[in-house]
């Protein structure tokens, strides 16, 4: 599948480049081109437009002040959404007071995941939804909004709970452009997570 190897290909430069420091400006990840003037064209989240858990559309644009912690989940997830969540509480926690930071869950059940289930399951974690976003749009979109975060989101009747998904969480900076993943299934990635959420922010003092 195109889509995993492109997340391959990213995972591999992440890992590579993580045996350097952990100083200085973090990379902008994913493929880049040059035109001929030889400006360089950076890897580029596309726009996107969402209803969140209010009922309240929201969009890209919305976060060209802010950098942010994406994932995507289905609140019905049986396998391994809970384990991401709970490392997506990690860094709300230790950046809830940062208004620049935001973190965003996009569902890939819209069908279930209606504006007030979304409530609900964000009631349940007792956070600030001003602050931690859930989405819901078209399936067929956000399964290839997925492809722009290197994760990989679709229907699979036997995946668990319906639906085939990685668990990667994206910092994005204002721009657009991804900055950093750790996998959200694995609490001894968070801590470098929160890191790099540290080294974004100083970037953009």
Known sequence: MKSCKWINILALFV???SC?????????LGFESKGENGEVTYH???D??????DSVEVSNNDLKENIYVADFFFTSCPSICPRVTKEM???YDAYKDE??????SFTIDPKRDTPSRLTRYAGNLNI???KWWFLTADKDFTYE????YFNVAMEDEQAPGGFDHSGKLILVDQNGHVRSFSEGTDPEETPKMIRDIKRLLSETN
């Open 145 to 148: 909004l997925a492809n722009d």
């Open 48 to 53: 996107w437009t969402y209803t969140n858990q």
């Open 15 to 17: 890992i590579l480049f």
């Open 128 to 130: 600030d939804t001003k």
């Open 99 to 104: 208004d620049r930071v935001k973190l965003v």
């Open 89 to 91: 509480l990690r860094i």
């Open 44 to 46: 580029t989240i596309r």
């Open 20 to 28: 350097k420091q952990e100083e200085g400006p973090l990379p902008i």
